[in-house]
């Protein structure tokens, strides 16, 4: 059985950082890419990052870039997202997911599992 935790989430100040861990386990982790999505009420879930299975290529969303980093450490089965510069418009409910895939894909149909979710708030 796969499982996802995510860890890290909380409340920051805007301009703040927070970094986002997730943990997975029940399949091999490096056959994989990741992916971080995040969600607010009444809208649908966004993409965010991902980073493919061996960690080489990564993607982001543009309202992230140059703000946000993801990393993989496949000897921990873990795979992190550096938040910094946070922005009240970050503020969401945030999801690690594993792909299908082994490539840093953005589409969210390429993502078969999902943690349970960790809450980010950003005060202005």
């Known amino acids: 059985q796969v499982q996802l935790v995510e860890s890290g989430g909380g409340l920051v100040q805007a301009g703040g950082s927070l970094r986002l861990s997730c943990a997975a386990s029940?399949?091999?982790?490096?056959?994989?890419?990741m992916g971080w999505f995040r969600q607010t009420p009444g809208r649908e879930r966004e993409f965010v990052a991902a980073?493919?299975?061996?960690?080489?290529?990564?993607n982001y969303a543009d309202s992230v870039k140059g703000r946000f980093t993801t990393a993989r450490d496949n000897a921990k089965n873990t795979v992190y997202l550096q938040m910094n510069s946070l922005r009240p418009e970050d503020t969401a409910v945030y999801y690690c997911?594993?792909?299908?895939?082994?490539?840093?894909?953005?589409?969210?149909?390429?993502?078969?599992?999902w943690g349970q979710g960790t809450q980010v708030t950003v005060s202005s």
């Open positions: 997911a594993s792909a299908t895939v082994g490539f840093a894909t953005a589409q969210t149909t390429r993502y078969n599992y």
């Open positions: 029940g399949r091999t982790f490096s056959n994989y890419a």
């Open positions: 980073i493919s299975n061996g960690g080489w290529s990564t």
